[in-house]
């Protein structure tokens, strides 16, 4: 929510819809706060930033064991040739444009960083000029990691 709500202003100055969707039956993960939201923080700002018109949805939920944080956005998409490379270091899609958008390919590998720290994992779909969903799942706290 923290992190959502400190971006709301910029998606919604840039002309985007920001629908966060928490679904209050999901339960407490385990980590760290500042990391965790780092992740939200920095996924919500690359929908923003490669998203020209249209929205951004965040959504919450889970399973038995683990929590399930959803952002879509309905961006420039990624291509397949990008996706593999999406989490390396200092990797830039080759359809970033990035005289428009800065960055230095950080940004993704630091998320996949935290995520495997929590014992999490992050899936990747996108479909050029359609858009693209990142699903980061973490473990509960009270589930039995397998």
Not at 59 to 88: K, Q, W, Y
Not at 96 to 102: D, F, K, R
């Amino acid at each position: 929510e923290d992190a959502a709500a400190a971006l709301q202003p910029r998606a919604e100055a840039a002309g985007l819809l920001f629908n966060l969707n928490l679904d209050s039956s999901v339960g407490m993960v385990e980590g760290e706060r500042s990391q965790l939201q780092q992740v939200v923080t920095q996924l919500l700002t690359n929908a923003i930033n490669y998203t020209p018109s249209g929205s951004i949805e965040i959504n919450t939920s889970a399973n038995a064991e683990r929590a399930c944080l959803t952002v879509r956005d309905t961006g420039r998409g990624i291509t397949a040739e990008d996706i593999p490379h999406l989490f390396e270091r200092f990797y830039r899609g080759k359809g970033v444009g990035s005289a428009t958008i800065s960055g230095s390919g950080l940004g993704l590998a630091i998320v996949k960083n935290i995520v495997e720290l929590h014992r999490g994992s992050i899936e990747v779909e996108s479909t050029i000029d359609v858009g693209t969903t990142i699903r980061v799942w973490l473990p509960l706290m009270n589930s039995n990691p397998q």
